[in-house]
């Protein structure tokens, strides 16, 4: 069973910065790629940015440019930079380790002024 502990979230106002993390541990970090995932309010829940385990990165367009993810192997830790925040990125925001069924609790990003 993968056990996956979101963090960082927060309250930020438009235009503003977050950076989460994901530590990720009963598997072997090194050999999964890796998602992060939001849901917003009545909305279901979609990718935005993933990382496989070599390191190659795919992006929704709607954060393209926007977020970046990354992974630290020796942490068994991805990360996900969000810049310039939009309103319409206030959601739980999760990550999930490919091809595995578990999911962590998730943390709140809220972007309002």
């Known amino acids: 069973q993968v056990q996956l502990a979101e963090s960082g979230g927060g309250l930020v106002q438009p235009g503003g910065s977050l950076r989460l993390s994901c530590a990720a541990s009963?598997?072997?970090?090194?050999?999964?790629?890796m998602g992060w995932y939001r849901q917003a309010p009545g909305k279901q829940r979609e990718l935005v940015a993933g990382?496989?385990?070599?390191?190659?990165?795919n992006y929704s367009d709607s954060v393209k440019g926007r977020f970046t993810i990354s992974r630290d192997s020796r942490k068994s830790t991805v990360y996900l930079q969000m810049n310039s925040l939009k309103p319409e990125d206030t959601a739980v925001y999760y990550c999930?380790?490919?091809?595995?069924?578990?999911w962590g609790q998730g943390t709140q990003v809220t972007v309002s002024s």
């Open positions: 999930k380790a490919w091809g595995t069924a578990d």
């Open positions: 009963g598997i072997r970090f090194s050999n999964y790629g």
């Open positions: 990382i496989s385990s070599s390191g190659s990165t």
